[in-house]
Structure formats: C-alpha cells, structure tokens
C-alpha cells in the first residue's frame, strides 16, 4: 500500500525560499512519476510540476524559473524547490504518485506567502 507524506510547508515572506518533501512508502516510487500539485482557496487544483522516472520534468508557466522539481530514489523522496516565491503561491500544495492507472495522493501541506 502506497502512502504519501508531505513537509516542509510554513509561512515564508515574498521572495523567500521553501523546499517541500514528499516521502512515499512502498515498492513503486521509483518507476512511477512524481509531481506537484496546488490548490488555492476557491481555486482547481493544478499541476505545478512533474518528474518522471527517467527524471524528464515539466512546469507551470507560472512557476518556470523559480521552481524545480527533484526525486531521490534511494530514499523514495521526491522534492520542490521553490524559490522567489509569490503571495500568488500561497497554496495547500499535494504531492501525487501515478503509475500505471494508478494515482496515490498526499494529504497536503500549507504554503503561505506573505509579508
């Protein structure tokens, strides 16, 4: 059974820095893709960005530039970097692990960007 742990969320000034960790548990994580997720309040969740097993990446608009996405396999952690961060950032921010059909989410992790 796959679980997913998000960290690292908090509150953070505008044009700060905050790395978010997604520690999964099972056998899948290193042949699966690991991406990134947001929602605001009111707001669709939607994909900040993604990694797959041959460690491709992709990126919102939004966030290109000042994000980057990582996995460490031998710890089956993936990472967000995020760098000049935005109150437009502020977020409850979901890690999420397909393979195959499958899909496996985590229970979020709040990010507050404000002064």
């Known amino acids: 059974q796959v679980q997913l742990v998000e960290s690292g969320g908090g509150l953070v000034q505008p044009g700060g820095s905050l790395r978010l960790s997604c520690a999964a548990s099972?056998?899948?994580?290193?042949?699966?893709?690991m991406a990134w997720y947001r929602q605001a309040p009111g707001e669709q969740r939607e994909l900040v960005a993604a990694?797959?097993?041959?460690?491709?990446?992709n990126y919102a608009d939004s966030v290109k530039g000042r994000f980057t996405i990582s996995r460490d396999n031998a710890k089956s952690t993936a990472y967000l970097q995020m760098n000049s961060l935005k109150p437009e950032d502020t977020a409850v921010y979901y890690c999420k692990m397909s393979y195959l059909s499958r899909a496996y989410w985590g229970q979020g992790t709040q990010v507050t960007v404000s002064s």
């Open positions: 990694i797959t097993r041959g460690e491709m990446t």
């Open positions: 099972g056998s899948i994580f290193s042949i699966s893709t």
